[in-house]
């Protein structure tokens, strides 16, 4: 991918193990922007507009973080979205967000649901 197409993700995680494991492995291919917290994902978005945000799942129950609310905000609200789950099987009340869900990932799987999701996101 040239300089000037590649794709922007934000990549949302808690767990700094598994932010740097996933930076690790896209940081060649995309322009990564990666949060540790839940209190700027959205000041983040808003900048940058990414093609493409990486959730931990992890996040979606933690204290002060509502994920309607967060993908409801008007300028990120169309921005397709990844779950992923490092801590083990996916948290109950996540059975609708199915397709949206990598779990269990490696990063040969996660690299092919982004280039996947960012190639339908601009097509449409």
């Excluded at 993700?9 to 808690?14: A, C, E, L, P, S």
């Amino acid at each position: 991918m040239s300089e000037q197409t590649r794709g922007k993700i934000v990549i949302i995680d808690n767990d700094f193990d598994n932010l740097d494991t996933v930076c690790c492995a896209l940081f060649d291919i995309y322009d990564l922007y990666p949060i540790s917290d839940n209190f700027t994902s959205t000041a983040y978005l808003e900048v940058f507009l990414p093609d493409l945000i990486i959730l931990n799942t992890d996040l979606i129950y933690a204290e002060n973080f509502s994920f309607t609310q967060f993908r409801s905000h008007p300028l990120i609200k169309n921005i397709p979205f990844l779950l992923i789950t490092p801590s083990g099987p996916p948290p109950e009340g996540l059975q609708n967000l199915s397709s949206q869900m990598l779990y269990p990932y490696t990063l040969a799987s996660l690299q092919q649901a982004i280039k996947t999701k960012i190639m339908h996101y601009k097509k449409e």
